[in-house]
């Protein structure tokens, strides 16, 4: 009981401190014209999608064989996370895709096989972006964590070398200047609340019509999903202010999903960015 109290006195203390440092912030603009909406029905046929998961029977073994990557030892994406973005990016036939955050490669190896799986021509139409080198021989983070593998390794590995661009950058800056624009964007990087506020109406800037953003590690308000009681509040900090400043768009949760994530559960932390129509 003197854990759980300490926990949510920690948490709350994050959350006030998220909070001032974002009010000193000023107000950016953001325009989600290109933003996809979508709806919790869309979202749960996504990932019961009869032939996505009969396609995805096939694709497992590859991936789980050329991404030696275990679940709960190096910070990367879930393995249930990882399918997941899988399914997005095949739902929504993305030919181009930003990723931000890349870290040991999890989950850029599966959203290579979904561009190489929707057949899609051209080099470079994956960007994966970090602020570290995250193919460094010495200090890389799979080097860290004792992986047999750099992500360029692995992306090597299941034939998608020629997709993939590997970027290191702060994301505001590259978001800034970068003149391309993606059918899909992850956001998976710095998830303090002052970054996020600015990150998004950025990354909004950078869709195709129609576009998709996915964000990781979205906590909705004080949901505890993990029995460690860790959360992220900084995203919905960062959009409750966006909200409140007149900004049309929500997120929605896909909360659970039809196949585990981590530690027994189904649940997970991606979201969708939606626009919000009228």
Not at 201 to 225: C, E, S, W
Request: proline share 4%; glycine share 8%; net charge negative.
């Amino acid at each position: 009981m003197i854990g759980l109290v300490k926990k949510i006195f920690k948490r709350r203390k994050r959350i006030r401190r998220e909070r001032e440092k974002l009010d000193q912030i000023p107000t950016g603009k953001c325009t989600p014209a290109n933003l996809r909406s979508m709806d919790e029905n869309s979202i749960k046929a996504m990932f019961s999608d009869q032939q996505l998961n009969e396609e995805w029977e096939n694709t497992q073994p590859v991936l789980d064989e050329t991404c030696p990557i275990a679940d709960g030892t190096t910070g990367g994406v879930n393995p249930g996370d990882r399918r997941g973005l899988w399914y997005i990016a095949r739902h929504v036939g993305a030919a181009s895709i930003l990723e931000i955050g890349t870290h040991v490669g999890a989950s850029t190896c599966h959203l290579a096989m979904a561009l190489k799986q929707n057949r899609c021509d051209g080099e470079k139409i994956l960007v994966t972006l970090d602020i570290e080198d995250v193919n460094d021989e010495f200090d890389g983070y799979w080097k860290r964590y004792g992986l047999p593998m750099k992500p360029k390794d692995i992306i090597a590995g299941i034939g998608c070398e020629t997709l993939v661009e590997f970027v290191k950058e702060n994301s505001l800056a590259f978001l800034e200047n970068c003149e391309r624009k993606f059918d899909l964007i992850f956001l998976d990087g710095n998830h303090d609340a002052y970054h996020v506020y600015q990150e998004i109406p950025k990354a909004l800037d950078r869709l195709n019509q129609n576009g998709t953003l996915v964000m990781h590690d979205y906590f909705d308000a004080d949901r505890i999903i993990w029995p460690d009681g860790n959360v992220e509040p900084g995203t919905f900090i960062a959009l409750k202010r966006l909200r409140r400043e007149g900004v049309k768009i929500e997120a929605k949760p896909v909360n659970e999903f039809p196949w585990e994530t981590k530690k027994g559960s189904r649940e997970t932390t991606l979201a969708f960015l939606s626009k919000i129509e009228g």
